[in-house]
């Protein structure tokens, strides 16, 4: 009989429970690791209320931080017990999307069809992160040894949270002297401005509402903080510019609001650089969107990952460029998971993201 284990379990909408499963068999290029920490992500929440579709009975989570238990035969370039991470999105390397540099959209390749999101497979289309042992496919591609004198909280936030936050402005191809907005402060947010300073960006506007996620935002690098509970975002950022809009504008919620507000905020050829999940189609207003002729760009991206994403950004912990650490504001064991959940989904208590420990 094989070994169990326990693991944070979809059943229906708005039931994530704890649960026994089968520690899972190692292929050959696979390679399982047992998790030290890992978190619960907004995306984890859509699974939850049931707005994402994963099947019943998935473990669900995609942000691991283990170490190696048990390598595959063909795993070259590793050793058991070494310390690891995975990123959210694991590319196997070799299919047409990753061949055209497009790791994240992974689909299998031309013999299984296309799937958009493809390389989102931890607690999506395979188990995921929420258990005491994690089967990490293609794990060539995808496990970066963490250095020695890194801790799992400040590597928490690479595999997904810190990777699509920095995508942001990598993608809205942030420059020097830039002027960025960035909607919404929660964790990807915050780090979309950490992105956008690090990129060289020398006026960085923040919008959100909530005090505390705004001080952080000072923290991450936002020079200005607009409260779009007082004033309106728009008006603000116009005046902050003298009228002249931003370079770049960041959409990290995934809502009609803010990504319009995004489109308004731009200068004439600014770049809207999109990071939210939506959950319902999308409309550009006409006037905003300058009928099409306002040289502007609009572009989407998800998580950039694989090991060499995953070396860049603890090479950028690792050198004092950034501290994610103040993102963890609570901490749970694995059995305390669906506790975890109702916090999370309701974000009670000034929470951020959870370290969950199994």
Same mark, same amino acid.
């Given at each position: 009989?094989?070994?169990? @284990? ?29 998790? %030290?920490? %890992? ?19 998935? %473990? ?10 048990? /390598? ?10 070494? $310390? ?79 990777? %699509? #936050? ?10 020097? #002297? =830039? ?34 996620? @705004? ?9 200005? /903080? ?13 005046? /902050?510019?003298?009228? $002249? ?21 731009? $200068? ?37 990952? #694989?090991?060499? $994403? @995953? ?8 050198? #004092? ?14 059995? =305390? ?5 109702? /916090? ?15």
């Amino acid at each position: 009989m094989s070994q169990m @284990m326990k693991a944070a379990v979809f059943v229906e909408p708005n039931r994530i429970v704890l649960d026994d499963k089968p520690v899972p068999d190692v292929g050959p290029l696979d390679a399982l690791i047992r998790v %030290t920490t %890992t978190t619960i992500c907004g995306t984890d929440v859509h699974i939850l209320k049931g707005e994402y579709p994963v099947a019943r009975g998935l %473990t669900v989570g995609h942000e691991p931080v283990g170490v190696i238990e048990k /390598l595959g035969s063909a795993v070259q370039g590793y050793v058991e017990g070494q $310390r690891v991470i995975a990123g959210a999105i694991t590319p196997s390397g070799y299919s047409a999307a990753c061949l055209c540099g497009y790791h994240s959209q992974d689909g299998a390749g031309t013999r299984h069809g296309f799937k958009p999101l493809g390389g989102w497979r931890f607690g999506n289309t395979i188990d995921g992160a929420q258990a005491e042992y994690l089967l990490v496919p293609d794990a060539m591609a995808n496990l970066a040894p963490i250095p020695d004198e890194l801790s799992d909280e400040q590597v928490l936030m690479c595999p997904d949270i810190m990777s %699509t #936050g920095f995508s942001g402005a990598e993608s809205g191809g942030v420059k020097i #002297g =830039d002027t960025v907005a960035v909607f919404a402060q929660g964790p990807i947010g915050l780090c979309a401005t950490a992105g956008a300073r690090l990129m060289g960006a020398t006026t960085i506007i923040g919008v959100d509402a909530v005090p505390a996620r @705004m001080e952080i935002a000072r923290q991450m690098g936002a020079d200005h /903080l607009v409260d779009f509970s007082k004033s309106d975002p728009v008006a603000e950022i116009m005046r /902050l510019t003298d009228g $002249r809009g931003v370079d770049v504008a960041i959409e990290a919620l995934g809502r009609q609001e803010t990504f319009e507000a995004a489109l308004r905020v731009l $200068r004439p050829g600014g770049t809207l650089s999109s990071l939210g999940v939506y959950s319902t189609d999308l409309k550009i207003p006409l006037d905003a969107f300058a009928a099409g002729l306002g040289d502007h760009k609009i572009i989407t991206t998800l998580c950039p990952g #694989g090991q060499e $994403r @995953m070396r860049r950004l603890m090479a950028t912990i690792a050198a #004092g460029r950034l501290d994610t650490r103040p993102l963890v504001t609570h901490r749970y064991a694995l059995d =305390d998971i669906e506790a975890a959940y109702e /916090l999370f989904a309701n974000q009670r208590d000034g929470v951020l993201k959870v370290a969950v420990t199994p």
